[in-house]
């Protein structure tokens, strides 16, 4: 039996950060996918290992179902059907036992992301030798939800042959969830991103579960319906982050500043809401459309101006914005800074030829340009080896 699983990266229009501390953010998931599978050898093979293949990373993990078992007191309530935060001394097991494998040094971040998967796999489908596989189009630790999506695509398999959720197994290809369960693999995901980030909002595991364009406020998600087609350039600076340790920088400057960086998130709160209804507010002819990009615009550029000052920026980011600047576009970051990638918003009478000039001077500063459509599929499910 085998499930496999895809689910999206995402890019935050506004109010990242902000939304940590309970200001309104903006989301859209975007076609750039984490894909799980999950397969259960045969009983008849006694295969004892429950194994991880982070395929694209050149990485295998391995460990004895037996020792699991042994060494792991599954926290107490534990069950499939009712997520659970994974307590310290849980943590601490699993961090050995992620340990034992000396990931290199070079890729020592991806040690959080196995503890989570251990976390979700024994929490959800207990002690059963079992293969994993992941890819992932996405570029990791870069502001477009790698985190998330990995979480979200393993609860989804593992959700799904927990034999707790009824699922017509003769579905073919490609196929999603109903909202029960939707809403439980994003619980899950949610555990697994708090092992990653530490503090997260919940946005991203959110809208990369259910996809399209998202308004989040306090772990509560508004659907947004999006009147124009938003056509934005992610460029990648490449420079490596961790959201886990921005997002507890922007919480100690709060510590040291409370009052003025609850205005800023403030501020954020109210551009993100601004954002929103421009982008819902029906646009009646290309004038109109125009209108509405240009406050988009300007919106963008205050949210980069408070997310700067919230200590988040970086010289790679500052340099995008520049250079975008010159052919008057406006660029933020996406995700939690500090490197990773930006969004410039490309008008809709931008020629091409002024897109491919900007491209081409960004990607002559050693960045990388991604297209990406916005605000589509959230998770996806699919049995067997089809596509
Ligand atoms: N495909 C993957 N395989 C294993 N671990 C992954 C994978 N994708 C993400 N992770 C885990 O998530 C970490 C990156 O998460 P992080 O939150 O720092 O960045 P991000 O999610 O890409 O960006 P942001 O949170 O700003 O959107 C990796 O270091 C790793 O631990
Ligand atoms: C930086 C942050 O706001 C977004 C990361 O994509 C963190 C979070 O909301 O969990
Ligand atoms: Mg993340």
Redesign the pocket.
């Known amino acids: 039996m085998e499930v496999r699983a895809r689910a999206p990266g995402?890019i935050?229009l506004a109010?990242?950060?902000?939304?940590?501390h309970g200001s309104t953010?903006v989301?859209a998931s975007i076609d750039l996918y984490t894909y799980a599978s999950l397969h259960f050898p045969p009983l008849s093979d006694n295969d004892d290992t429950l194994k991880l293949e982070l395929k694209d990373l050149d990485l295998e993990f391995s460990w004895s179902v037996k020792k699991l078992k042994k060494t792991f007191p599954v926290d107490s309530g534990c069950i499939p059907l009712s997520p659970t935060a994974c307590s310290p001394e849980s943590f601490r097991i699993i961090a050995a036992l992620v340990r034992e494998h000396n990931i290199p040094e070079a890729k020592i971040g991806l040690a959080a992301g196995v503890t989570a998967f251990l976390w979700l796999y024994t929490c959800i489908l207990g002690f059963k030798p079992a293969k994993v596989i992941i890819t992932s189009e996405l570029p990791l630790g870069s502001?477009l939800?790698s985190s998330?999506s990995f979480c979200v695509s393993l609860s989804a398999v593992f959700i799904a042959l927990s034999g707790t959720v009824n699922l017509d197994l003769n579905n073919k290809g490609w196929f999603t969830f109903g909202d029960n369960e939707l809403d439980l693999v994003n619980k899950w995901a949610f555990e697994g991103?708090r092992l990653i980030?530490g503090?997260?909002?919940?946005?991203?595991n959110t809208v990369s579960t259910f996809g399209n364009m998202i308004k989040f406020r306090s772990g509560a998600l508004t659907r947004i319906k999006s009147s124009m087609l938003l056509k934005m350039l992610i460029t990648n600076t490449k420079v490596g982050r961790n959201?886990k340790a921005?997002?507890a920088s922007?919480a100690e400057r709060k510590l040291r500043h409370p009052d003025a960086m609850t205005a800023v998130f403030n501020a954020v709160d109210s551009i993100s809401n601004k954002l929103a209804t421009i982008i819902e507010s029906p646009a009646v002819d290309e004038i109109a459309i125009t209108e509405k990009e240009v406050i988009l615009e300007e919106l963008m550029e205050m949210n980069q101006g408070l997310l700067q000052c919230m200590g988040?920026s970086h010289a790679s980011i500052e340099t995008v914005i520049r250079t975008t600047l010159k052919y008057k576009l406006s660029t933020k970051l996406?995700?939690?800074?500090g490197g990773g990638c930006v969004l410039t918003l490309l008008p809709t009478i931008l020629s091409k030829t002024i897109v491919d000039k900007v491209k081409a001077e960004l990607e002559s500063c050693g960045y990388q340009c991604l297209t990406a459509a916005i605000g589509g599929n959230g998770l996806q499910i699919c049995f067997g080896g089809s596509s």
């Open positions: 995402k935050i109010g990242e950060h902000a939304v940590v953010a989301a502001g939800g998330a991103e980030h503090k997260p909002s919940g946005i991203d959201t921005l997002v922007v988040v996406t995700g939690a800074g």
